[in-house]
């Protein structure tokens, strides 16, 4: 992410409010500006998921950059969050999911048998879409994970680094010893982020991390995804086209189809940058999506 991106994106005189009602290409072509083909992190091949025989994604083949900010984006059901979670092995958590393909970090299969989940899911981290703080004061909140995983060094530091990592430290450095859920929900959002960065992992999942907060606090979010796209990899799933055309730097449109079984399932149906997604995409599905014919 370069300072000009910034400029572009954050000193551009516009009001949060208008920020979230800004023109959808303006800001995909600010986005783009900021785009750089990096390094693959996460390369899937032929990833389908399935939960029990039931196989909701199927054959789903794309690569995220390093240092970038991918958006995923489709109808409800289209299988958004079980990509999502296919990522980092969150799925491995409900009975009868099953990933079959190849997912890859950094050229490694994650769902290779002498991989441990839970290294997987320190090194790419995750953040809900209901903000959920542990019931325990603030400091606690972000120094478990820490603890934990035995992470050595000065907790103290560590807590105030990874609070002011994700922009929560000035507002809470007075009161750490309070609940977290005495916080606003964008507070709370944010402690998660500051919960899941503490552990230093190289990606941020996000599964609608905004659609629970208003507006300023979503404008505050995507202020803060921008500063970390330098540290991190970010994937967002996002039910908010504007936010897909703002934040991201590529974007996967999903959708939800029906095969000759008559039986549901989600596929990937296009995944370029954010500004050719939203303003000359190739296939007329995305188009009709993008526009609100569908969805
Ligand atoms: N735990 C589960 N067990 C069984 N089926 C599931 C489970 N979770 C999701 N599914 C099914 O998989 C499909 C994809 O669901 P998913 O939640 O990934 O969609 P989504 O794109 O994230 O939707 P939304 O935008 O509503 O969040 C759906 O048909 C859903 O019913
Ligand atoms: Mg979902």
């Not at 959808?24 to 939960?51: C, I, K, M, Q, W």
Request: hydrophobic share 40%; net charge neutral.
């Amino acid at each position: 992410m370069t300072q000009s991106t910034d400029k572009v994106l954050s000193s551009d005189g516009l009001t949060f409010a208008d920020r979230l009602t800004v023109n959808v290409t303006e800001t995909a072509t600010a986005a783009h500006r900021a785009s750089v083909a990096g390094p693959v992190v996460l390369d899937l091949a032929n990833v389908s998921v399935f939960y029990g025989s039931y196989e909701a994604v199927r054959q789903t083949t794309m690569s995220i950059a390093r240092n970038q900010i991918t958006a995923m984006i489709g109808p409800s059901g289209c299988g958004k969050s079980t990509i999502l979670r296919s990522l980092n092995r969150m799925n491995d958590l409900i009975p009868g999911a099953r990933v079959a393909g190849r997912i890859s970090f950094h050229g490694t299969d994650i769902y290779a048998p002498e991989v441990d989940p839970i290294q997987v899911r320190r090194r790419i981290g995750m953040v809900f879409q209901k903000p959920n703080p542990f019931p325990k004061s603030i400091y606690e909140n972000v120094a478990y994970g820490l603890k934990i995983n035995k992470i050595k060094g000065n907790m103290d530091d560590m807590v105030e680094q990874a609070l002011r990592g994700a922009a929560l430290w000035d507002e809470v450095k007075d009161k750490l010893k309070m609940s977290a859920l005495a916080l606003s929900g964008g507070q709370q959002q944010r402690l998660c982020i500051a919960r899941t960065i503490a552990v230093k992992p190289e990606v941020i999942l996000m599964d609608e991390p905004c659609s629970a907060l208003d507006p300023i606090a979503t404008a505050k979010i995507e202020d803060l995804m921008y500063e970390l796209a330098a540290d991190y990899t970010i994937v967002i799933v996002t039910h908010n086209m504007q936010q897909a055309a703002r934040v991201s730097h590529r974007t996967a449109f999903f959708s939800a189809e029906v095969d000759e079984n008559g039986v549901r399932y989600g596929r990937l149906v296009e995944y370029d940058e954010t500004q050719k997604i939203f303003t000359n995409p190739r296939e007329k599905r995305t188009e009709d999506y993008i526009t609100g014919r569908f969805g």
